[in-house]
């Protein structure tokens, strides 16, 4: 079983950076991939980020505003977002392999 806990999320003005986490519990193992999706009101969940033990891929409208990183001693994944804009808000999920957070929301105001 793993749990899944996310925190860090917030309302921030256009342009702002606010920085998610993702603490894992339970069977965790560095080589699976780790990652989170957003989903905006009436709109379906979207891959954001993922991070496995050899790359990373993002979405194309995060790419070069948000960065994943991860912290393999502490099964916490990271996802910093600078540049943030209305567009980004939407309750932000971590997940990893058949598991999901309770999701975080975000909110960008213009």
């Known amino acids: 079983q793993v749990q899944l806990v996310e925190s860090g999320g917030g309302s921030v003005q256009a342009g702002g950076s606010l920085r998610l986490s993702c603490a894992a519990s339970g069977s965790i193992f560095s080589i699976n991939a780790m990652g989170w999706y957003r989903q905006a009101p009436g709109k379906q969940r979207e891959l954001v980020a993922v991070?496995?033990?050899?790359?990373?891929t993002y979405a194309d409208s995060v790419k070069g505003r948000f960065t994943i990183s991860r912290d393999n001693a502490k099964n916490t994944v990271y996802l910093q977002m600078n540049s943030l804009k209305p567009e980004d808000t939407a309750v932000y999920y971590c997940?990893?392999?058949?598991?999901w957070g309770q999701g975080t929301q975000v909110t960008v105001s213009s």
């Open positions: 991070i496995s033990s050899r790359s990373s």
């Open positions: 997940w990893y392999s058949n598991y």
